[in-house]
């Protein structure tokens, strides 16, 4: 089902959510001091993103602030140029979710999203739904949990994103979620829809190897990676890929 949208502006920014997740959305359900205040502030992380976990009238969500990563975020932090609203990174990822989610593919899905300008710049954030009883593939992999079957999983789940079309610009092992039944990609930002190709495809799986390889996958030697998990996840997202 098409996601609907409803934009509220005001003077020095615009919300942008779905109606039918929830009617009404305003500028407190992006800070979490307000939250906190009602007690509905689960937890709150620092990081890269600023993540909390919240309670909210349309059930328990993420609220993540966009924050620039590498070295340019000494200079720029959360800020980034306005180039309009369309081409805000709130905007973009929120309806790249609703995509997916009428694809039917497993990832978050959007609840609101907002910008605020500052003169040439502008800052965002974006409310999408929390996935209960969620491990990360990093974590797993941390567990000792990370096996051939899983792999197979993660590669058909990448497959499917990638035969749709969808390319993420940060494919690694914190941004794939493991359930007992299902597994997700999240964090979408930068992410968009491209023509599907090898090239591309390949480089997005290069990016989630090296990510499985720093933390600590090929511990045991890179020919047992390979064949214990590399190989089993090659093997499923290719097979995904001409299903």
């Not at 975020?73 to 805000?88: E, Q, S």
């Not at 989630?208 to 090929?218: F, P, T």
Request: glycine share 10%.
């Amino acid at each position: 089902m098409a996601m609907q949208e409803r934009i509220r502006e005001g003077t020095t920014g615009a919300i942008l959510f779905d109606p039918a997740v929830s009617p009404q959305v305003d500028d407190g359900w992006f800070e979490p001091e307000v939250w906190r205040e009602q007690g509905a502030l689960r937890h709150q992380s620092g990081g890269r993103g600023g993540v909390a976990i919240i309670d909210t009238p349309a059930g328990e969500c993420v609220l993540r602030h966009y924050r620039r990563g590498g070295m340019v975020a000494k200079l720029m932090g959360d800020r980034y140029l306005w180039k309009g609203a369309d081409h805000t990174r709130s905007f973009r990822e929120f309806r790249l979710l609703g995509h997916i989610a009428a694809l039917g593919l497993p990832s978050a899905p959007p609840v609101a999203c907002r910008y605020q300008r500052h003169g040439l710049f502008y800052g965002a954030d974006l409310i999408t739904r929390r996935i209960p009883d969620a491990q990360t593939l990093a974590e797993c992999l941390a567990a000792g949990r990370l096996d051939g079957e899983m792999a197979e999983l993660v590669g058909a789940l990448v497959a499917r994103f990638h035969r749709a079309g969808i390319w993420h610009a940060d494919l690694n092992a914190h941004n794939v979620l493991v359930t007992d039944d299902e597994l997700y990609l999240i964090d979408l930002d930068r992410g968009r829809l491209r023509e599907p190709d090898d090239s591309w495809q390949r480089a997005n799986l290069l990016r989630l190897r090296r990510s499985l390889v720093k933390l600590g996958a090929a511990v045991k030697g890179e020919p047992v990676f390979e064949e214990t998990l590399w190989k089993p996840l090659i093997y499923r997202y290719e097979r995904t890929l001409r299903a």
